[in-house]
């Protein structure tokens, strides 16, 4: 009887200790990720005083946190709809109304399963920080149990080969990346039966940007696309979109181009820690796109899952 009341004991002892050390690391990772956008808010939530305040304040830090019009009136609309239907008050209903502007993303953080070969061919304009995201994504599927490689396919970018090799090499991630004058479609036909001879399960590949989203990019990346069905059978299993946090609105635009491309699987906010605000991340879920992951910082570690709620909690922490 001793014996197991003690063992209960340890039991929610160790219980309570995962729980704190989860919720510590939990809130750790939102003051770096949405520190940008709670330096926003911070000077904004001090007027506020009362319910009266409240609606003012929250389009205030929502424009402060670059959100575009369409979105802040959306969420306002909805979410004095939600308070006279449910009798909850104000605060609460924002934030259920931010939720279902957010909605796409919840559910959205499940990754691959491991049967196969799959591919995550990650896209996005020049300077967006792909190339360190492909390092970061396969650090974070390496600790998921898969065995990735990065595939070099920018073959527009001078230095783009040899900085990814430089990289992979760094963190102790192969890479494949045949002579530099085979063409990128060509990358990826041969990277197939390379991974395949290697026992690589996960491919990452990096592409190439240009200054803005144009025709001739969209049309090599939707050439690569088949070049991957063609190969295993399937199209690649994800497609990332990479967007820089301080580019704001036009971030969007970026958005529907590339969705040209294909079934665009997620959207990476990258450069999260810098004075971003990441307003942006409502319209483009708005539009159909899930925000999967928040890059951070140089670290290769500093790969985050995103969680609308914490996102949500930055926008509206301090309000009574």
Same mark, same amino acid.
């Given at each position: ?26 809130n ?10 709670? =330096? ?23 424009i ?7 979105? %802040? ?33 919840? !559910? ?17 304009v020049?300077?967006v !920080? ?14 998921? !149990? ?8 920018? =073959?527009f970018?001078?230095g ?12 102790? %991630?192969?890479?494949?990346?045949p ?6 479609? @060509? ?46 059978g ?13 580019t @704001? ?14 079934? %665009? ?13 990441? !307003?942006?991340?409502?319209?483009i879920?708005? =539009? @159909?796109?899930?925000? =999967? ?18 996102? %949500? ?8």
């Open positions: 009887m001793v014996l197991n009341i003690i063992s209960i004991l340890i039991f929610f002892a160790v219980a309570i200790t995962i729980f704190l050390v989860f919720k510590k690391r939990r750790r990772i939102s003051s770096i990720v949405y520190s940008g956008t709670k =330096r926003a808010m911070k000077e904004i939530i001090k007027e506020v005083r009362g319910e009266e305040d409240l609606l003012e304040a929250i389009e205030r830090a929502l402060a946190a670059d959100t575009g019009g369409e979105e %802040i009136r959306k969420i306002i609309d909805r979410a004095l709809k939600i308070k006279k239907e449910k009798s909850i008050s104000l605060l609460n209903s924002i934030k259920e109304s931010m939720k279902e502007a957010l909605k796409i993303c919840y !559910g959205s953080e499940k990754f691959l399963k491991k049967n196969g070969i799959k591919y995550i061919l990650v896209i996005g020049n300077g !920080g792909k190339t360190l995201f492909c390092v970061k994504m396969a650090k974070y599927a390496k600790k998921l !149990g898969f065995n990735p490689c990065l595939v070099a396919g920018d =073959r970018r001078a783009a080969i040899s900085q990814l090799k430089i990289m992979g090499e760094k963190f102790k %991630i192969p890479v494949f990346s002579p530099d004058n085979i063409p990128a479609d @060509g990358v990826l036909y041969d990277s197939y039966s390379y991974a395949k001879k290697h026992g690589f399960d996960l491919l990452i590949v990096d592409t190439a940007g240009r200054n803005h989203v144009n025709e001739s990019l969209v049309r090599e990346l939707k050439k690569l696309c088949r070049v991957i069905e063609k190969v295993k399937t199209p690649p299993e994800e497609i990332f979109v990479v967007i820089d946090a301080n @704001g609105q036009n971030s969007i635009s970026q958005v529907l181009a590339f969705s040209e491309v294909g079934k %665009i699987t997620g959207i990476v906010l990258s450069k999260a820690d810098s004075s971003a605000k990441g !307003g942006v991340i409502f319209g879920c708005e =539009r @159909g796109f899930p925000v =999967r992951f928040v890059s951070a910082g140089e670290d290769e570690n500093s790969l985050y899952p995103f969680n609308p709620d914490d996102f %949500i909690n930055a926008i509206t922490e301090g309000i009574k």
